[in-house]
Each structure stands twice: as structure tokens, then as C-alpha cells.
């Protein structure tokens, strides 16, 4: 009956451990959450920076990981951090102005806010046009086009997924000049399309699924905003279509005249 007893009093202390109140009735995974959004706030923890570890975060509230991680996550929750596995958790940095206008360029947009724009190629086929992307290029239905999946980034924040489908006929080897040149522009060039312009553009707002989730380093069920577009060439054919899915915390887009 004494060990009974004993067992129960230590469920009982392991269970307010859990979720601890202060005096005032606070929840210690709340005051460790505002107290490191005031940090972020303040600027002692800059947009990009590496948070300090879960250990050390525990021992300088004096509660267990359980209340970090959980503090953690709501920041992360509300779009202040991000959690990158095996690396730490990092403060989010401000949200880019994505401008989208006649000529929309991934490169030059991220490059004017001050950050490096990078992106490499995760995945390409050859296939048959389903009917919509085949409206899109003006071409036949199950004629074959180049997939392309491109993951985009702005610094080390992974910023979109990028579907992009191109004509097989006019840009047959365009996997792997874009593996090589790693930017829709240069290898567009590539096969002699000098400039190129946004004909049209359709926003719808979705929830993010498990795929591209871990791809751009989002909590599971994180807004997106997903952009489709078609892009022409000089005599207004079109060249490419590409469904975009953008992780809405991280970039306002700005549509210019």
C-alpha cells in the first residue's frame, strides 16, 4: 500500500511537471514562449539566428524540455521560428515582398530584398500534357512535356516548391540544364528565348501536405499560397506553366500593374 502510494504521489508530481503554473496561474510553456518572442522582438535573437539548444533554454527557466518544447512549438505555431531536424530551431526572418507583374523573376526579387536566391532541382519527367497544362502551352493534349520540381530559397529559408511544365519539342534537354544552371531564366536562354513575360496568373490559398511540408520546413497543416502562371515569349507563345506553392509566413505577394 506504501509503494501503492508513492507511485501515485510520483504520476501526480510528473503530471504538474508537465504543464507547471507559476503564482499567477501562468503556464511556465507560456511564460517561456512570451519571454522568447520579446527576445525576438527586441532583436536579441535576429531574423535567422539560431535559438540556444533545448537544454540550455530549460536550465535558464529552470523548467524541463517538455516545457521548451512545447513553448517552441507554439512560437513555431505562429510563424516566429522553424525547426530544422538535426540543426536547431531558427528565428523566422521577415517576410518577403513578392511582387508579381509582367515580368516576374524569382532571382531578382529575392536578390532586391537583400538575400541570396538559390534553388536546385529535386525531381523531372518527360510526360504526357494532361489537358489543362496542354490549354495552358497552346499545345495537344497527351503531347509530351518536361516536369520540372524546383525548390526555391531565399538565404537557408526554403521560400517555394515550383512545379514547372515546358513543351518536350521546343526544350528537350531542359532537366538537365536547369540542374546545371539552377534558374528558369538561364535555361530558357539556353534555347533561345531571350526574355520572357508573365501572360497570366491565378492565387488560391491551401494547407500545406505532408510532401511539400517537409520539403519548405513547415508544421503540418501551415498555409500556403499557391500561384499558377503561364509565361510567354516575345511573339506570345507560351513557354512554360508552373504551379508555385509558396509558405504564406514567409513572403506577402504584391500584384503590380
Given at each position: ?153 531565399a538565404d537557408r529559408t526554403p521560400l517555394c516548391v515550383a512545379t514547372s511544365w515546358l513543351p518536350q519539342e521546343r526544350f528537350p534537354d531542359a532537366a538537365r540544364i536547369y540542374a546545371a544552371v539552377r534558374s528558369m531564366t ?72
Amino acid at each position: 500500500m506504501i509503494t501503492m502510494k508513492r507511485n501515485l504521489a510520483k504520476r501526480s508530481e510528473t503530471a504538474m511537471r508537465a504543464d507547471p503554473m507559476d503564482a499567477a496561474g501562468v503556464a511556465l510553456w507560456r511564460r517561456v514562449a512570451d519571454d522568447l518572442e520579446r527576445g525576438i522582438a527586441e532583436g536579441r535573437y535576429a531574423a535567422g539566428a539560431r535559438l540556444p539548444g533545448e537544454i540550455e533554454i530549460a536550465e535558464h527557466f529552470h523548467v524541463n524540455r517538455h516545457t521548451v518544447r512545447r513553448a517552441l512549438a507554439a512560437l513555431a505555431t505562429r510563424g516566429l521560428v522553424r525547426a530544422e531536424r538535426g540543426s536547431g530551431t531558427y528565428v523566422e526572418t521577415p517576410r518577403i515582398a513578392y511582387p508579381i507583374s509582367a515580368r516576374t523573376r524569382f532571382s531578382e526579387i529575392v536578390g532586391s530584398s537583400g538575400r541570396a536566391a538559390g534553388g536546385r532541382l529535386i525531381a523531372s519527367a518527360v510526360e504526357p500534357a494532361e489537358r489543362e497544362i496542354a490549354r495552358r502551352l497552346a499545345i495537344k493534349t497527351q503531347a509530351p512535356v518536361v516536369r520540372l520540381e524546383a525548390l526555391r530559397h531565399a538565404d537557408r529559408t526554403p521560400l517555394c516548391v515550383a512545379t514547372s511544365w515546358l513543351p518536350q519539342e521546343r526544350f528537350p534537354d531542359a532537366a538537365r540544364i536547369y540542374a546545371a544552371v539552377r534558374s528558369m531564366t538561364r535555361t530558357l536562354a539556353h534555347f533561345g528565348v531571350r526574355d520572357y513575360r508573365r501572360a497570366s496568373t491565378r492565387i488560391v490559398a491551401a494547407l500545406v501536405d505532408a510532401t511539400d511540408a517537409m520539403r519548405l520546413e513547415l508544421g503540418p497543416g501551415r498555409p500556403l499560397l499557391v500561384v499558377d502562371s503561364v509565361d510567354v515569349d516575345q511573339t506570345g507563345q507560351p513557354v512554360l506553366t508552373t504551379r508555385a506553392r509558396f509558405a504564406a509566413e514567409r513572403l506577402e505577394l504584391v500584384i503590380e500593374d
